[in-house]
């Protein structure tokens, strides 16, 4: 009889963890089912997520371009990052430079290559310059490190605000759209960012 309950304790464990696993295995399956049903990943190949961002370390930089004036609507106490070149004067609005991706803008101005660089957690604005002639700098921002933009120079990483980067720094002024404007009625203004 002994003999008998052991064998039969035997099989109800064998029982029980067949059980188990049945119910593991269906759960295991239904997920698969319902996993076969959710659409691709729409951030997998978009330079704005997170994820995307996370997988490249480095973001992509939007095409940046200028108009004029007259083309221009803005709040007169928008805050705008200027600098001049030659006797060109440019506008950079912090608002067109505060999205994901669209802190840096690096182009050549008349031949002199000029990065202008803006970090709205921090507030940084910092102007960079390369020789005249010269190709635009390669700088391109990482993401956000202890709360300050993240850049790469050359393929190396730099904090936007290290004294380390290997440029040298570029005159710029902070002021409110309405006074530039009036004071500076030929110049030039950074357009909203227009990702492909």
């Given amino acids: 009889m002994t003999h008998m309950k052991r064998a039969l304790k035997g099989v109800g464990i064998i029982v029980i963890a067949a059980a188990i696993a049945w119910v593991i295995m269906d759960l295991y399956e239904s997920q698969v089912r319902d996993m076969s049903h959710?659409?691709?990943d729409p951030t997998h190949d978009d330079p704005n997520s997170a994820a995307f961002l996370t997988i490249s370390g480095e973001m992509e930089t939007p095409d940046r371009s200028f108009t004029n004036i007259s083309e221009t609507e803005m709040d007169d106490d928008t805050e705008i990052i200027t600098i001049q070149v030659g006797d060109q004067h440019y506008?950079?609005?912090?608002?067109r430079m505060d999205g994901q991706g669209e802190h840096i803008v690096s182009e050549l101005f008349d031949d002199q290559p000029l990065a202008?660089?803006?970090c709205n957690e921090s507030e940084c604005v910092r102007v960079f310059k390369g020789p005249v002639g010269g190709d635009k700098l390669d700088i391109s921002q990482q993401g956000l490190e202890n709360g300050s933009l993240s850049v790469f120079v050359d393929g190396v990483q730099y904090l936007q605000e290290s004294p380390d980067i290997p440029y040298d720094e570029y005159e710029f002024q902070l002021t409110s759209w309405g006074i530039w404007k009036t004071e500076h009625p030929t110049g030039l203004v950074l357009t909203v960012p227009e990702w492909e």
């Fill in 38 to 40: 959710v659409p691709p």
């Fill in 116 to 118: 202008v660089t803006y």
């Fill in 91 to 95: 506008a950079f609005p912090k608002n």
